[in-house]
T-cell receptor, first 109, second 116 residues
Framework: RKEVEQDPGPFNVPEGATVAFNCTYS??????FFWYRQDCRKEPKLLMSVYSSGNEDGRFTAQLNRASQYISLLIRDSKLSDSATYLC??????????FGKGTRLHILP | SAVISQKPSRDICQRGTSLTIQCQVD?????MFWYRQQPGQSLTLIAT?????????ESGFVIDKFPISRPNLTFSTLTVSNMSPEDSSIYLC?????????????FGEGSRLTVL
């Protein structure tokens, strides 16, 4: 099992819709989880941290499910500007930061 | 937050040559990282640049191929040596704002390398 796995997509979603995607991780001892956003030909930037109690920031909600070892990202009322690749980031073995391959999201007008 | 300047932003190089990428941070940071992102792939950590000591390389990466310098707490360089087309990639410098477990990773804009 890969350390961090994501559905590569692309997810093609009409503007205004709600979209959600998950990321699974293999190391049950992982403590830190993040969602990063990467626009085309740009560097990744932190979107939000994922706390055990969940985390909401405007239209974005991130949740952690330790029992099933996955984190999720929910985007409500999607905007054209949400089109990007969303990277799941987990601290893996030996505190190494592991990036998922990313999920591509296309918001359609 | 941290502002990272990375250069060159892009380069086209001939096989067998070497290229040095520079990373300058606007504040002193303990941990600096070098990542590679190949087309369609995620970020892969090459090494952690340590100030005052040799860099710590990840599995599959060696010092002879990717020598790293870290002369102070705000600057680092990564050299891609004896390049081949397989080295074509984006190379990203990164720093962490606090501890690895709690801190946010900040990235430079990346250096897009094409090897002919």
């Amino acid at each position: 099992r890969k350390e961090v796995e994501q559905d590569p997509g692309p997810f093609n979603v009409p503007e205004g819709a709600t979209v959600a995607f998950n990321c699974t991780y293999s190391n049950s001892a992982s403590q830190s989880f993040f969602w990063y956003r990467q626009d085309c030909r740009k560097e990744p930037k932190l979107l939000m941290s994922v706390y055990s109690s969940g985390n909401e920031d405007g239209r974005f909600t991130a949740q952690l499910n330790r029992a099933s070892q996955y984190i999720s990202l929910l985007i409500r009322d999607s905007k054209l500007s949400d089109s990007a690749t969303y990277l799941c980031v987990v601290n893996g073995r030996d505190d190494k930061i592991i990036f998922g391959k990313g999920t591509r999201l296309h918001i359609l007008p | 937050s941290a502002v990272i300047s990375q250069k060159p932003s892009r380069d086209i190089c001939q096989r067998g040559t070497s290229l040095t990428i520079q990373c300058q941070v606007d504040s002193q940071v303990t941990m600096m990282f070098w990542y590679r992102q190949q087309p369609g792939q995620s970020l892969t950590l090459i090494a952690t640049a340590n100030q005052g000591s040799e860099a710590t390389y990840e599995s599959g990466f060696v010092i002879d191929k990717f020598p790293i310098s870290r002369p102070n707490l705000t600057f680092s360089t990564l050299t891609v040596s004896n390049m081949s087309p397989e080295d074509s990639s984006i190379y990203l410098c990164s720093v962490v704002s606090a501890g690895v477990n709690t801190g946010e990773l900040f990235f430079g804009e990346g250096s897009r390398l094409t090897v002919l």
